[in-house]
């Protein structure tokens, strides 16, 4: 099925998310018990929700995303990768990837790939349109939909290969598919101290970027074909 799959029809993407505030305590009363009910698993013993907070930004209820970067291919025969990214209020952010899928990928044949997307990027990325009053593009709304019929590609998903409790991260794949490594600067840890206290989204929209390279890579290899030169990957 890969094989048959036409890479132009397939948005590659990666999304950065950060805690909503830059502090546990800048949350009011209610909120800060929400978040110790909703991290009480997680923390266990080990941590309180004040100590756990920098990583309140995987959940979509309790963080915001910072930066969505995409990939798509635009040239077959030579093979381009265009790649760009969203930044600025989140409200900004969500809009313009809404209006991009709306506007170049919303037909019938086209795709959103992630890596561990569905689990984490496309139900973030809905959450957080929804949280912020923004209709969901048909792409991201799967109310009623059957499995075979949502239009998602997830990498992580596909190395699976029916082992449905299996995880590997983007850079182990990278690795054990020869890919050059997108961890060169921060990881995901790093991203809210970055937005936060070095107030660098840029340097985060590059890093986001980077993953969605790997991304594209991976499905690349998992179709047995040549991974993408430096050369034919374009950033805006």
């Known amino acids: ?38 991290t009480k698993y997680q923390r266990k013993e080990e941590f309180t929700p004040d100590e756990f907070y920098d990583r309140a930004g995987i959940w979509a209820e309790f963080g915001k995303i910072v930066c969505i970067s995409v990939g798509y291919f635009v040239d077959r025969t030579y093979r ?33 790939c992630a890596h561990n997307g569905k689990e984490f990027d496309f139900p973030y990325i809905a959450r957080r349109m929804i949280i912020n009053g923004i209709a969901l593009p048909a792409k991201l709304n799967l109310f009623g939909k059957k499995p075979w019929e949502v239009p998602h590609l997830d990498t992580m998903e596909l190395w699976k290969f029916g082992d449905y409790k299996h995880f590997t991260s983007l850079k182990l794949m990278t690795r054990v598919l020869g890919i050059p490594s997108p961890k060169d600067d921060i990881d995901g840890s790093q991203v809210r101290n970055v937005y936060y206290e070095e107030n660098d989204v840029n ?21 047995l074909e ?11």
Do not use: W
């Not at 909503?20 to 909703?38: G, R, T, W």
């Not at 989140?90 to 990837?97: A, G, K, V």
């Not at 709306?102 to 086209?110: A, M, T």
């Not at 040549?226 to 805006?236: A, G, H, M, N, Y």
């Open 80 to 112: 381009q990768f265009r790649v760009r990214s969203f930044t600025g209020t989140e409200i900004e952010l969500l809009e313009e990837f809404s209006t991009l899928i709306k506007d170049h990928f919303s037909g019938r044949h086209h795709l959103l």
């Open 226 to 236: 040549s991974i993408l030169t430096d050369d034919q990957i374009i950033t805006k």
């Open 203 to 223: 340097r985060i929209a590059r890093y986001c970027e980077k993953d969605v390279i790997a991304v594209a890579q991976i499905l690349l290899k998992l179709r």
């Open 1 to 38: 099925m890969l094989d048959a799959l036409k890479l132009e029809n397939v948005l590659f993407l990666d999304i950065e998310t950060v805690p909503l505030h830059p502090s546990f305590n800048e949350l009011d009363d209610i909120d800060q018990q929400l978040y110790a009910d909703k």
